[in-house]
């Protein structure tokens, strides 16, 4: 989920804390649970640091160990350590509680998005995404701020957000079921596909589409429940090549391939250089496709620049590349 989102669910929990006789009797351990509540609910993102390195850190470990099994473990621990020595009258055991659920909350809400998370490691470095919920998800959002609305203005906060999460469990469950029919309506309009990737986005009824056949690749959307195609593109097997090869070595494209599950590939050749991209099918935007890997390599096969990351037009490409 966004940081937005994020907050306000940590927001949520501090208030469900208070149904806990411990908390309900002190303002400061009250105060105490609150901070634990908000921050572990935004600690697993901290990897959002890496990005200042460059996009294929970012894309290869964000949403990875910060929100593995040790890490959920770990994060209540030192966080409630911190927050402890600020507040030391507090029960340490109801304060790591209170952060332990937060910091949980974060990566499982996590996993129902496209995006996912490495939340099996160590056991697993698969990618777990449910793809329910878009990353930023107005209902959610909105109900979380008339939760908080509600609680400032006098109502009961524990049986508040204990009855907005049981709303919440229900928007799930449609969410799952809306996936489930264009799930079946694809089937049926392509007998021989062999894998889907329904994606969710910020309208309610509109979902991304991308579909892998025998023989073709087939990018639509499907809005009220209708499935239209937008492009297709015939499989091709990437070939054991030395431009490929050469490629492959590169940092940007080697996260880009650990990342994406389904894209096609295009090798240009040109006087001086070759241009071998990547083209992640899941995010198509206005005709465009957005999230690439590029690598551009001269005559003899060294590479030159390359990118990968999130491009809205041919123009900036060349700009992140250092092409004239």
């Given at each position: 989920?966004?940081?937005?989102?994020?907050?306000?669910?940590?927001?949520?929990?501090?208030?469900?804390?208070?149904?806990?006789?411990?908390?309900?009797?002190?303002?400061?351990?009250?105060?105490?649970?609150?901070?634990?509540?908000?921050?572990?609910?935004?600690?697993?993102?901290?990897?959002?640091?890496?990005?200042?390195?460059?996009?294929?850190?970012?894309?290869?470990?964000?949403?990875?160990?910060?929100?593995?099994?040790?890490?959920?473990?770990?994060?209540?621990?030192?966080?409630?350590?911190?927050?402890?020595?600020?507040?030391?009258?507090?029960?340490?055991?109801?304060?790591?509680?209170?952060?332990?659920?937060a910091v949980f909350l974060h990566v499982f809400v996590d996993i129902f998005?496209?995006?996912?998370?490495?939340?099996?490691?160590?056991?697993?470095?698969?990618?777990?995404?449910?793809?329910?919920?878009?990353?930023?998800?107005?209902?959610?959002?909105?109900?979380?701020?008339?939760?908080?609305?509600?609680?400032?203005?006098?109502?009961?906060?524990?049986?508040?957000?204990?009855?907005?999460?049981?709303?919440?469990?229900?928007?799930?469950?449609?969410?799952?079921?809306?996936?489930?029919?264009?799930?079946?309506?694809?089937?049926?309009?392509?007998?021989?596909?062999?894998?889907?990737?329904?994606?969710?986005?910020?309208?309610?009824?509109?979902?991304?589409?991308?579909?892998?056949?025998?023989?073709?690749?087939?990018?639509?959307?499907?809005?009220?429940?209708?499935?239209?195609?937008?492009?297709?593109?015939?499989?091709?097997?990437?070939?054991?090549?030395?431009?490929?090869?050469?490629?492959?070595?590169?940092?940007?494209?080697?996260?880009?391939?650990?990342?994406?599950?389904?894209?096609?590939?295009?090798?240009?050749?040109?006087?001086?250089?070759?241009?071998?991209?990547?083209?992640?099918?899941?995010?198509?935007?206005?005709?465009?496709?957005?999230?690439?890997?590029?690598?551009?390599?001269?005559?003899?096969?060294?590479?030159?620049?390359?990118?990968?990351?999130?491009?809205?037009?041919?123009?900036?490409?060349?700009?992140?590349?250092?092409?004239?």
């Amino acid at each position: 989920m966004d940081t937005a989102t994020h907050i306000t669910m940590g927001i949520a929990l501090g208030g469900i804390a208070t149904l806990d006789p411990t908390v309900a009797t002190s303002s400061t351990v009250a105060t105490a649970v609150m901070f634990g509540t908000v921050i572990g609910s935004q600690i697993p993102d901290i990897d959002t640091v890496l990005k200042l390195r460059n996009n294929a850190i970012y894309i290869r470990h964000h949403r990875g160990i910060t929100h593995s099994i040790p890490a959920v473990l770990l994060w209540p621990i030192v966080l409630s350590g911190i927050i402890f020595l600020f507040f030391p009258s507090v029960p340490f055991s109801t304060l790591w509680l209170w952060t332990f659920l937060a910091v949980f909350l974060h990566v499982f809400v996590d996993i129902f998005n496209a995006y996912g998370t490495q939340a099996l490691r160590p056991f697993s470095k698969k990618w777990v995404a449910i793809g329910v919920i878009n990353t930023f998800d107005w209902v959610i959002f909105l109900t979380h701020l008339v939760g908080i609305f509600l609680w400032y203005f006098g109502a009961e906060p524990g049986p508040l957000f204990i009855g907005m999460y049981c709303a919440l469990v229900f928007y799930y469950l449609v969410r799952f079921a809306q996936k489930l029919v264009i799930h079946y309506k694809i089937k049926k309009l392509i007998p021989d596909v062999t894998n889907m990737i329904i994606a969710p986005t910020m309208g309610f009824t509109s979902w991304r589409l991308a579909i892998v056949s025998k023989q073709r690749f087939y990018v639509g959307r499907a809005e009220n429940g209708k499935v239209e195609i937008l492009d297709e593109f015939l499989r091709k097997k990437l070939p054991k090549s030395d431009v490929i090869s050469a490629a492959k070595v590169d940092p940007n494209l080697s996260a880009f391939l650990s990342f994406s599950p389904l894209y096609r590939w295009v090798i240009e050749e040109y006087n001086d250089h070759y241009e071998v991209r990547f083209i992640d099918l899941r995010y198509r935007s206005n005709d465009y496709y957005p999230f690439v890997a590029v690598v551009k390599l001269d005559e003899e096969l060294n590479i030159l620049s390359s990118y990968t990351g999130w491009i809205f037009s041919e123009e900036k490409l060349k700009e992140k590349l250092k092409w004239t």
